[in-house]
């Protein structure tokens, strides 16, 4: 077991997006936390407590533990999370506007949908990454990918969370594309992918409703496009160099979920086009440094995981920026690192910690 120095450059973007997004989360949530709670730093402490102190646990174990043990209990791990994803439909669950996401043990609540984002690409690189080149068989490969990978986005839209499915599922079939997949197969599992989302979309009222609004924001500017409306407004007034850190006005009663989807319209105001891109700036270096290191990992299970990791970490952080710059449908998706959410937090940082993991072993 070969092991030198982590990869600097993955760590410097993450130690940055961590302090940037608590920074950021500070600043968007002091009106609404002091409006809620009478504290204007609740929301911050919660991220510190909740996300960050776990995520920290979370990163040193995966960045301690070799990564190839992972691969003897990823079947393990995942069904223990597909175990915590059912937990929302038991008296444990919580419901919040409509939706089944959260469980709440004892004093302790997460969201299993974000822990599945970790544990499936785990399984999947271990699955992939097995003896023999599993990806060219139908029987040993295309069906049972197809039946996890089904069954899970069955059970994340019935919760509901449909970008989460999208998430998991396109970095999904990247990681099974590069397997060395037939494209018959991977245009097929895509194929039937897309038509069950967009059956969900079109006999579901409230995801059909979001994606007329993308369509026509200015149909309903006060209603279905108040929230894209505002987000623009947001970003176009930061211009180049913003209004300065804390001084945005549309998070104070303008601005739907300021600290969670909507948090880089808040950015792009205070920090302005130059803030912007600086943060984007670093989401791509953490993203391209994975996937370029992935090509000289000789080890399947690590390529896998790099790969897996990167693609979904750059998938959410386009839907979420191009979801809020009017490019895509509002989805709800938080902003990796940055908006509130401790899961979300903790487990992007085990995430980075399995990276550093194997860039360490490379």
Known sequence: MRSHKPDYLILF??????????LALASASTNLGQEKFGDGLYYLKHQIINGLLVGLVGFALA???????YQKFALI????????????????????????????????TFQPSEILKLTVILYFAALLAGEGNRSESFWRGLLPFGIVLGSVAALLLKQPTTTTVVIIGASAMVLYFVSGAK?????????????????????TPYRFQRVLNFLNPGANPLTGGYHLNQAQIAIGAG???????????????????????????VIAEEFGFVGSVILISAFLIFILRSLLLA???????GKFLLIGFGVLISFQVFINIGAISGLLPLTG?????ISYGGTS??????????????????
Request: with cysteine.
């Open 13 to 22: 973007c993450l130690i940055f997006l961590v302090i940037f997004g608590l």
């Open 63 to 69: 960045y301690k533990v070799y990564y190839r043990r």
């Open 77 to 108: 791990i995942f069904l223990v999370s597909i175990a915590a994803a059912f937990l929302v439909f038991t008296p444990l669950g919580i419901n919040a506007g409509g939706a089944d996401r959260w469980v709440k043990i004892g004093p302790v």
């Open 183 to 203: 494209l018959s197969y991977v245009s097929g599992i895509s194929a039937v992918g897309v038509l069950a989302l967009a059956v969900a979309v079109a006999v």
């Open 239 to 265: 211009q180049l160099f913003g209004v300065g850190y804390g001084k945005s006005t549309t998070k104070i009663n303008f601005l739907p979920e300021p600290i969670g989807d909507s948090i880089f319209a």
């Open 295 to 301: 090509r000289r990992v000789k080890d399947r299970f």
């Open 333 to 337: 998706v938080p902003l990796p690192f």
């Open 345 to 362: 937090l903790a487990v992007f940082m085990t995430m980075s910690g399995i990276i550093l993991n194997v860039s360490k072993h490379s």
